[in-house]
């Protein structure tokens, strides 16, 4: 698949904004390290909000036609993109009510049913657009729940971080962060690594043969019919070299999992300070980003077969 | 209704007349024009609702090169439709043919992405999805003479390697050439049920390929004489 950086820009920021909200709640419902202010929280909730709307905006980039854009909440029973669009847009207000019962010092049972309904609609939003890719059944990387778990444990990772420097710019305790981010890092890194170890083996999918139904002997391409390029060979008929991809998957667990964890050590043991904590959402969004432009440049959509791929 | 082609791969010579057909029939169509990028120039690229390709099946002596063409199969279970969050993808009751609304598509790619067959193909210069209407504007017109109620494909097919029909109804033209045939739809097991069904190539007899034996001393003579004669 051809990997759109606004996508990419998309999911990585979006996921990030909403995995900072929901873990910025559970902070505050606790009392994480004493707490934050009520200016610390409301700034932190407004910057999640920021990255899931630049997201947003990011996403309508990518589409050829974007005065349409607005019918895309009309198919939610069906679309998980449409649902995806529709929950990040009812997540909006929920998060508004439930900073401004911060603001306010409205009752705790509101602070907390909005914040937890906040929370909740986060998780849903971050899933569907998991879901937009692993509903497909032509695409054989994307067609597992590998793909939406990878999506929220990287989207809570780089919240956490993101968590985790707010904690350290307003001097809280940072232990219940560096175990909180400790603990998402490494739920996230052994999640991808199965993922990684799940799309590398072909299973039992379409080939050649099915494609074109001749399954008598075996078939290869002869002439594809078009002379240059045509839409799908530019859509879809992106690859990536075994070896490119493989360095690529080791940046991925350096940048988005070992370089952060050993921030959070840092960190803990008091040396480097908010340098390290920068460093630590740096390196895991810039991981992230990686690791989302290797999902789609690994994934082989099975039109291939008609150019001439004998599996996918 | 259940509309839809039949693609008799045995038949098929490969000549892309259904394509050009195909473009110059739909680009003045319902969701026409059929952008082309550069047509003349170094990097030809378009928009085709209908691409022909040419596979080889198993090997020498036995090898036979089979034309596949290839349009929207008007799937039972179209994804495409599912996926599409804008409702501009919409599969018709009456006769189960899969259209998008030009003026809903915003663009997004995703039901090319949910097809399996490439049958999808982006407008860059529309911004929309665009796809084989089977004629849409062409088989229901009751100005035109009935035996040119068909889909451009089909009537321009000079090998008759195309047909059209009705798959709802048992004793169609079309509902028995692939009952007799063994017809079969692409890529079964991703379940879309695709309505367009193809007939297999016919198994023929190896021809065979050994060199001719030596004649007798008959036909040396024979030879030699025919090398002397001035021509």
Known sequence: MHPAFSVIFFTVASGAGFGLFSLLFIADVFKLGGGFEREQLIIGGLMAMALVVFGLLSSTFHLANPKNAWRAFSRFRTSWLSREGVFAVLFMPLALVYLASIWFDAPLWLRETSG???????????????????????????????????????????????????????????????????????????????????????????????????????????????????????????????????????????????????MLVWVFNQQGGQAAAIVAVVTGIVGAAVERWLFFAEARHVVNLYHGAQRC | MRLGLVIDLDVCVGCHACAIACKEWNASGTTGPLSDYQPYGAEPSGVWFNRIRHYEMDTYPNNKTVNFPMSCNHCEDAECVTVCPTGASYKRAEDGIVLVDQDKCMGCNYCSWACPYGARELDRSSGTMKKCTLCVDRIY??????????????????????????FDDPDSAVSRTVRERGGFGLMPELNYNPTN???????????????????????????????????
């Not at chain 1, 609609?121 to 695409?139: Q, R």
């Open chain 2, 141 to 166: 017109d009751m100005e035109l003479p009935v035996e040119e109620r068909q889909p451009s494909c089909v009537l321009t097919c000079p090998a008759h390697a195309r047909m059209f029909g009705d």
């Open chain 1, 116 to 262: 937890f309904l906040t929370a909740v609609l986060a998780w849903i939003t971050v899933f569907s657009t998991g879901m937009i890719y692993a509903c497909l059944k032509t695409i054989r990387q994307w067609n597992t729940p590998l793909v939406p778990a990878n999506y929220l444990a990287l989207g809570y990772a780089s919240g956490s971080l993101l968590l985790l420097l707010g904690a350290v710019v307003s001097g809280l305790d940072t232990t219940p962060y560096i175990a909180m981010s400790a603990l998402i890092l490494s739920i996230a890194a052994v999640l991808k690594a199965i993922y990684y170890f799940w799309i590398s083996s072909p299973g039992l999918g379409p080939t050649i043969n099915t494609a074109t139904g001749l399954t008598r002997a075996k078939v290869k391409l002869l002439d594809t019919g078009h002379t240059h390029g045509t839409f799908l060979t530019q859509e879809f008929g992106f690859q990536i070299a075994r070896q490119k991809a493989g360095l690529l998957k080791i940046v991925v667990f350096v940048l988005g999992f070992a370089l952060p964890g050993l």
């Open chain 2, 197 to 231: 069904q193809y007939l297999p190539p016919r198994s023929k007899p190896v021809i065979p390929v050994e060199a001719h034996p030596r004649g007798g001393l008959k036909e040396s003579i024979k030879q030699f004489a025919n090398k002397l004669v001035r021509r």
